[in-house]
């Protein structure tokens, strides 16, 4: 189970943090950040694996935002930076339970389970 927060209503430039809390014994494969924006289909934005806590992000979100893990925690975040308003979207977290999870990470499939969304309204 998944617990996502964080979102909220800034204005182009400001930063937000978003969290996601995983229930489990152990820090999924990979856990993921995806969104939604109006009439779009979900994509992905940034991920973490569980080995050696590589990272890789969407062209459009590379070098604003970051995702990181606290395994104590079983969290993950994404800090975004310098917001545009065309990241307004509902931001869904999603975990891979499965060994190739980590592999395809850009891909909705891979992921078991995902947080209820929360969204970022980003004004000009």
């Known amino acids: 189970q998944l617990q996502a927060s964080g979102g909220g209503l800034v204005q182009a430039g400001d930063s937000l943090r978003l969290s996601c809390a995983a229930s489990g014994r152990s820090f999924p494969y990979v856990m993921g950040w995806f969104r939604r924006g109006p009439g779009e289909e979900r994509e992905f934005v940034a991920a973490i694996r569980r080995s050696g806590g590589n990272t890789y992000y969407a062209n459009s979100v590379k070098g604003r935002f970051t995702i990181s893990r606290d395994n104590a925690k079983n969290t993950v975040y994404l800090e975004m930076n310098s917001l545009k308003p065309e990241d307004t979207a509902v931001y869904y977290c999603?975990?891979?339970?499965?060994?190739?999870?980590?592999?395809?990470?850009?891909?909705?499939?891979?992921?078991?389970?995902w947080g209820q969304g929360t969204q970022v309204t980003v004004s000009s």
């Open positions: 999603g975990a891979g339970q499965r060994p190739d999870s980590g592999t395809y990470y850009y891909a909705v499939p891979s992921y078991d389970y």
